[in-house]
């Protein structure tokens, strides 16, 4: 399985950007969920969103409700992350990752998810 993050970039304080996942290659497993994780430098990284293959299933990190939602693209087998009224705390390394055999989604933990995404730098800067 391969994963590949895009859509980052710079934006101003209150804007938005829309990261991809792109994935491919085969899942064992009939089920599996898709997480996206960040990394602010000196930070450690941190799950913030989740939805399972069927789309039955999301998780968006409480501190995040509101401005951040996720979705997917079965036909293209790529997830989204929408990300709107961006702040300055939003920047970081985002990362998406592959957790197989997930059923229904919640906080997502970087030792379940077996394969991952090069990352995408998001900087919110004015």
């Known amino acids: 399985v391969q994963l590949q993050a895009s859509g980052g970039g710079l934006v101003q304080p209150g804007g938005s950007l829309r990261l991809s996942c792109a994935f491919s290659g085969g899942f064992t497993k009939n089920y599996y969920a898709i997480g996206w994780f960040r990394q602010a430098p000196g930070e450690e990284r941190e799950g913030i969103a989740c939805?399972?293959?069927?789309?039955?299933?999301?998780y968006i990190a409480g501190s995040l409700k509101g401005r951040f939602t996720i979705s997917k693209d079965s036909a293209r087998n790529t997830v989204y992350l929408q990300m709107n009224n961006l702040k300055p705390e939003d920047a970081a390394v985002y990362y998406c990752?592959?957790?197989?055999?997930?059923?229904?989604?919640?906080?997502?933990?970087?030792?379940?998810?077996?394969?991952w995404g090069q990352g995408t730098q998001v900087t919110v800067s004015s």
């Open positions: 990752a592959a957790d197989p055999g997930r059923l229904w989604c919640q906080r997502p933990e970087a030792y379940e998810h077996d394969y």
């Open positions: 939805i399972t293959n069927n789309g039955g299933s999301t």
